[in-house]
């Protein structure tokens, strides 16, 4: 479950408070933050959303700068296998691994990034898709490597441009980035950049974690520390259940 | 009402977990096969990952076929003894097969055989049971005399001999060690708890009443589910206890209804049911096999 958020008004109001501390200090080109530290994985949890949001002291939006969110997932390993036909039947053929790829992905900008940014400076933040540093070991060929990208982005752990950074009044922007339920636990940094006339000007890292909590963490931890004392559970709940319905239902 | 499986890492809807409980836990309670054989391809089809979906399944199976084996052995329909046989030599046969599964994945041919195998035996089970349990209504139709209990050769010549009681039978324990081991090697082989295969060896091989053959069978099930569940979560942590409550709230319930509507049936009636029902699994697989898959690249995580 998240932690309940506040209405959005305040927190671009409070990002303002930021860009502008009293006015004393110098004006800062990108203030940027998230509305939550932790997303918890608890027994009711069916997906989330994260809110980017920030303001700069810029004027956003068109003949202004334009602002890219970046977010990556902890790094897994992938296999994708091909299907092959033999006498006229489907059997699992070739596999490709990619041992580290982002479990989770997603670019997002107040246009798409490949529009504000040279394809030199996209490779070197690694923002768009198509600039993941994809290495596979095993079989090769391009189809792989596109059905990995098919495949996440069905799955909604990868997404380019599913929903653009929204800018209100030149200055505020902010960005609703949906988690679907089947996000691995980890370190998520969020990258959020300022972008002007093909430059980043300015940069600010986010993170937050996702985390298994309350019973479903309970029983993660169990099942990974006491691996054979969590399969006597099982068979026992399990033959605990099947006598509890023999009692509940039997009939004379 | 979506819940977040903590194994397999994503959330489902609970009441649509249920409902698969039930449907195979009646199959188990209605004809003594634990119905991994369905229930793990439907698991995936809720796009569950296909190690927990095999390793939870069977201890789902595990909670169904303890519930269906207790209401069988209220009717007194378990030979202990037999059962007792039937376990050894599926343990042994379980080894062996786990064995001989790395060599095949070494050779990697794994899926093609596994594939082919099922059909194949799915196929000959189903034809075999439907004919010979079709003739059997027919001859109760025409009033036949009835045959003998079974017939006798060369098995019943074999040292080591045992008494069955409940099985009405006085046989070599060779025979119910071999039928244990091979339904042990292959269940293993193909990652199902066998069920389906052991039922029609122990009526047509041991020539056992019916009646007996399913509530041994489970007690069987029971047995193999609860070593391959221990295995599951020791070695590869993918039992996903949340995953099997959810399913065996149906499931329970599920393989009463199925052990009360199986007493009510006629034992050639019951073999008629579960061989059509073996035939029309093996038509599903091999439906699905000779279709063109829609995705041709699946991912996995490794």
Redesign the interface.
């Known amino acids: 479950m998240m932690r309940r958020r506040l209405p959005l008004l305040s927190l671009l109001l409070l990002a303002l408070g930021w860009l502008w501390p009293g006015g004393a200090a110098r004006a800062q080109d990108l203030v940027a933050r998230l509305s939550v530290e932790r997303v918890e994985l608890s027994t009711t949890f069916a997906g989330a959303s994260v809110l980017v949001f920030g303001a700069s002291e810029r004027f956003l939006g068109p003949g202004g700068a334009e602002v890219i969110v970046v977010t990556r997932g902890p790094v897994v390993p992938q296999v994708v296998r091909q299907k092959v036909r033999i006498l006229g039947m489907w059997f699992n053929g070739p596999a490709a691994r990619f041992p580290d790829v982002p479990a989770f992905y997603a670019v997002a900008g107040t246009l798409p990034a490949w529009r504000l940014l040279p394809e030199p400076l996209r490779e070197r933040y690694g923002i768009g898709l198509d600039q993941l540093p994809l290495r596979s070991t095993g079989a090769r060929g391009p189809a792989f490597r596109a059905a990995l990208l098919r495949l996440k982005q069905q799955q909604g752990l990868w997404q380019e441009d599913i929903a653009p950074v929204a800018i209100s009044g030149g200055r505020l922007f902010h960005l609703e980035m949906p988690l679907p339920s089947s996000i691995p636990e980890g370190l998520y940094r969020v990258e959020v950049l300022l972008v002007d006339e093909g430059r980043v000007i300015a940069q600010e890292t986010l993170s937050f974690e996702v985390q298994q909590v309350g019973t479903a963490a309970a029983i993660a931890a169990v099942s990974r520390d006491q691996p054979l004392l969590y399969g006597v559970i099982c068979v026992l709940l399990a033959i605990l259940a099947g006598w509890l319905g023999s009692v509940i239902f039997r009939r004379s | 009402m979506?819940?977040?499986l903590?194994?397999a890492?994503?959330?489902v809807d609970a009441f649509l977990l249920v409902g698969v409980g039930l449907l195979v836990g009646w199959l188990s309670g209605l004809f003594g096969v634990g119905g991994g054989f369905l229930l793990t391809p439907l698991l995936l089809l809720l796009g569950i990952p296909a190690p927990v979906a095999v390793a939870s399944g069977a201890?789902?199976v595990?909670?169904?076929?303890?519930?269906?084996?207790?209401?069988q052995a209220r009717r007194n329909n378990v030979d202990w003894t037999m059962g007792v046989v039937l376990v050894l030599g599926g343990l042994a046969g379980s080894a062996l097969g786990i064995s001989f599964f790395a060599w095949l994945k070494g050779a990697g041919l794994v899926?093609?055989a596994v594939?082919?195998f099922y059909v194949i035996v799915l196929g000959t089970l189903g034809v075999l049971m439907v004919m010979e349990s079709a003739r059997a209504i027919r001859r109760r139709h025409r009033r036949a005399p009835p045959r003998r209990l079974h017939e006798h050769f060369w098995m019943h010549g074999l040292p080591f001999k045992l008494r069955f009681r409940k099985s009405r039978l006085f046989i070599s324990v060779i025979p119910p060690l071999l039928v244990g081991g091979g339904v042990g090697l292959l269940s293993s082989i193909m990652g199902v708890g066998g069920g389906f295969m052991l039922v029609p060896a122990m009526i047509y091989l041991l020539g056992m009443p019916t009646a007996v053959v399913i509530g041994t069978s489970l007690f069987h099930v029971?047995c193999i589910a609860?070593a391959v569940?221990?295995?599951?979560?020791?070695?590869l942590?993918t039992?996903d206890?949340?995953l099997?409550?959810l399913l065996?709230?149906g499931?329970?319930?599920g393989?009463?209804?199925g052990a009360?509507m199986g007493s009510r049936l006629r034992g050639e009636e019951t073999r008629f049911l579960l061989g059509a029902l073996v035939l029309a699994v093996a038509a599903m697989l091999l439906w699905r096999?000779?279709?063109?898959?829609d995705?041709?690249?699946?991912?996995?995580?490794?």
Do not use: C, H, K
């Open positions: 979506q819940i977040y903590p194994i890492e994503m959330s201890n789902q595990l909670g169904a076929s303890t519930s269906g084996m207790i209401a899926d093609a594939s082919l029971v609860a569940t221990i295995m599951a979560a020791w070695q942590g039992v206890i949340v099997t409550l065996l709230a499931g329970v319930a393989a009463q209804f009360q096999l000779t279709t063109p898959p995705q041709l690249f699946t991912l996995a995580r490794g």
